[in-house]
Nanobody, 115 residues
Framework: QVQLVESGGGLVQPGVSLRLSCAAS????????MGWYRQAPGKQRELVAG???????NYASSVKGRFTISRDNAKNTMYLQMNSLKPEDTAVYYC?????????WGQGTQVTVSS
């Protein structure tokens, strides 16, 4: 089993930055892909950004150039640096880890961007 715990969410004004963290523990395989997803009220959960254990990244077009995903394999921790936040970034952000024999989710952290 794998446990994922997100932190760093909050209420911020448009234009500011926020950094989310996801700490993973348990039976983590060396080869895996991690990602950040988000779900806004009334909308489907969507991929925000993903990163492989080798550091290859991909981003949703809506956040490209504003968000940066990274990970520290030694600490089993993933980050999402979010800059120039917009009201449409408001959502619950979920951490995801996908590896052989399992896909795991965190409990989510709320990000609200509002003036």
């Amino acid at each position: 089993q794998v446990q994922l715990v997100e932190s760093g969410g909050g209420l911020v004004q448009p234009g500011v930055s926020l950094r989310l963290s996801c700490a993973a523990s348990g039976s983590i395989f060396r080869i895996n892909t991690m990602g950040w997803y988000r779900q806004a009220p009334g909308k489907q959960r969507e991929l925000v950004a993903g990163i492989t254990n080798g550091g290859t990244t991909n981003y949703a077009s809506s956040v490209k150039g504003r968000f940066t995903i990274s990970r520290d394999n030694a600490k089993n921790t993933m980050y999402l640096q979010m800059n120039s936040l917009k009201p449409e970034d408001t959502a619950v952000y979920y951490c995801n880890l996908n590896q052989l024999l399992g896909t795991f989710w965190g409990q989510g952290t709320q990000v609200t961007v509002s003036s």
